[in-house]
């Protein structure tokens, strides 16, 4: 149900990310929910290439060609501020490819990313650098408050992509 992967990116490519997540294109705003007053940072790069072509490729190469990206961001936390549980998506083809792009990351530091599976069980997933996990969009989640001892932005990159149908087609015997 909640797929893990490591050392998604090369090195070359945690650079790049981190150079796009030092502009000064951060906003401060984002919630999980409408009604949320849980607000955060956020960075949306669905006009970046190197996002939804360089950097999607590759995650295609690691969970298979069959998905279309929807949108591509950036969310970011400090201490004192947490996600709310909220779905990324109702289709039940949607996914969440939910990438930690830090290069180092304490268990200290928490920021957790807490995944519900049902009414009772529950997934906590550190951020690992280089990591990222991939999970239906229909599950309710949220992030985890950073500790005191983490003075920075805990950040993380959410690929919401779908699952392509492969439908059959009556009229010329092709999947597609």
């Known amino acids: 149900m909640i797929q893990k992967y490591y050392n998604v990116f090369s090195s070359n490519d945690l650079d790049l990310i981190w150079k796009y997540l030092m502009e000064n294109k951060w906003q401060f705003g984002h919630v999980s929910l409408p009604s949320s007053n849980k607000k955060f940072w956020s960075m949306n790069f669905d006009e970046e290439i190197f996002f ?39 289709d039940i083809n949607g996914f969440t490819f939910l990438y930690y792009p830090h290069y180092k990351w304490k268990k200290s530091w928490n920021g957790c990313t807490t995944i519900l599976i049902d009414e ?3 997934e906590m997933v550190y951020p690992t650098p280089n990591s990222a996990i991939m999970f239906p969009s229909l599950l309710w989640h949220r992030s985890e408050p950073v500790s005191r001892e983490f003075y920075d932005l805990r950040v993380t990159i959410a690929f919401k992509i779908i699952k392509n149908d492969n439908k059959f087609s009556s009229s010329t015997g092709l999947f597609f």
Request: a negative charge.
């Open 120 to 122: 009772e069980n529950f």
């Open 52 to 90: 939804y072509e360089h950097l999607f490729n590759k995650i295609k190469n690691i969970i298979g060609q069959n998905y279309t990206l929807q949108t591509v961001y950036a969310n970011g936390h400090t201490y004192g501020m947490e996600g709310e549980f909220h779905l990324d998506s109702p």
